[in-house]
């Protein structure tokens, strides 16, 4: 099938009325609005036309049950294409690291959260026993380099985290746990900076947060091939492969908490 027939194969579905009762329950007076993005984001990427277009829709679902706008100038979520383990090209959902931080919020258990690029020059000192870090953030202006990232949350109840990951172990990371890594037209080589910083998030959340039903299925669901979406937000998913499932089950040692 070519890249034209294949677009149109995919507004076709995309727009038929049993796709349109799914996103009408799941986003009611938002789901026109939803509807449109989805179809522009399909037909501006030629990669993303040639997906299996229930991979789309099912991606589409699970972003809506989170409700995250999947236009990708926003950066809370982005529908990728990817050939999986059989040969066939899908899509996945993958969630921004501003779509973590909104999720985060959404729990009402956050005072703050932040993540951001470290900068040559920035990091003045470590503390490793009590895991303190002092940050000198008036360099940023006179230095480009980037030599990491770091997270940032409070809590409530006072408790506070941050994190620091040098540019190598966010690479290394990456290439153990991410299949798009390897991809050199992925979404890693072309803004490695916004994955950067929401691989370190992720791991902050998963490891050390509060989390809300909302931010779990996101850690579970984020770079999956899904299966199925119900109108509940139920989810069935398929791991790209078996170090992500690794991943996943090693970091998901947290509270979660039920909004």
């Known amino acids: 099938m070519n890249t034209v027939t294949q677009q149109g194969s995919n507004k076709n579905f995309l727009l038929t009325q049993a796709v349109e009762d799914k996103f009408q329950k799941i986003l009611g007076d938002k789901s026109n609005a939803f509807t449109s993005t989805l179809l522009s984001v399909v037909n501006s990427n030629y990669q993303l036309a ?5 991979s789309i829709f099912m991606s589409a679902a699970l972003s809506a049950t989170l409700d995250l706008p999947i236009n990708p100038n926003l950066g809370f979520a982005y529908i990728v294409p990817y050939r999986n383990k059989d040969g066939k090209q899908v899509a996945q959902l993958q969630v921004g690291y501003k779509g973590f931080i909104q999720l985060a919020h959404r729990t009402g ?7 951001m690029p470290i900068y040559k020059g920035q990091i003045k000192q470590f503390n490793p026993l009590e895991e303190i870090y002092e940050f000198d953030f008036s360099l940023e202006k006179t230095s480009t380099e980037v030599i990491g990232y770091a997270a940032f949350f409070e809590l409530n109840n006072g408790f506070k985290k941050t994190i620091y990951w040098n540019v190598g172990k966010i690479i290394a990371h990456a290439s153990k746990y991410s299949k798009s890594y390897s991809n050199v037209s992925g979404i890693w080589k072309s803004n490695f900076d916004d994955m950067a910083q929401k691989t370190l998030i992720k ?16 850690i579970e669901a984020d770079q999956t091939e899904v299966k199925n979406v119900d109108v509940n937000g139920n989810i069935d998913v398929e791991y790209v492969d078996t170090a992500m499932v690794t991943e996943v089950v090693e970091e998901k040692k947290t509270t979660t908490i039920n909004l």
Do not use: E, F, P
């Open 50 to 54: 040639q997906c299996d277009h229930n």
């Open 109 to 115: 258990a956050y005072k703050r959260i932040n993540v």
């Open 203 to 218: 791991h902050m959340l998963s490891k050390y947060g509060i989390l809300s039903v909302d931010v779990v299925k996101a």
